[in-house]
């Protein structure tokens, strides 16, 4: 199954931005929904941004009009902008398809990368 690796994450100040970007081992061509994750200590996973093949896009609440999600079919790569950073974006970010890939056989897991740690000084 195609795996993701994220990178570009980092220490950042308040109103900073970083550029994360996400590489997979094929083609994502064929995946219709692209997404961005993120997981903050102790909370759950949270979707932060998607994006489809035809060019649509959906941000969570929070990151909106800060965030800016994009993809590369031709390079097998998804981008995530981010702006005007706060310390309530301090998370691991995780590229992977929406719905999340999963493994071949049983059980059948769902298949994540090493992700990539955002880390905002107030």
């Known amino acids: 199954q195609v795996r993701f690796v994220e990178s570009g994450g980092g220490l950042v100040q308040s109103g900073g931005s970083l550029r994360l970007p996400c590489t997979a081992s094929?083609?994502?061509?064929?995946?219709?929904?692209m997404a961005w994750y993120r997981q903050a200590p102790g909370k759950r996973l949270e979707l932060v941004a998607s994006t489809t093949n035809d060019g649509q896009t959906n941000y969570t609440d929070s990151v909106k009009g800060r965030f800016t999600i994009s993809r590369d079919n031709a390079r097998n790569t998804v981008l995530l902008q981010m702006n005007s950073l706060k310390p309530e974006d301090a998370a691991v970010y995780f590229c992977?398809?929406?719905?999340?890939?999963?493994?071949?056989?049983?059980?059948?897991?769902?298949?994540w990368g090493p992700g990539t740690r955002v880390t905002v000084s107030s």
């Open positions: 094929e083609s994502i061509f064929s995946i219709h929904t």
């Open positions: 992977n398809s929406d719905p999340p890939t999963r493994s071949s056989g049983w059980p059948s897991l769902e298949v």
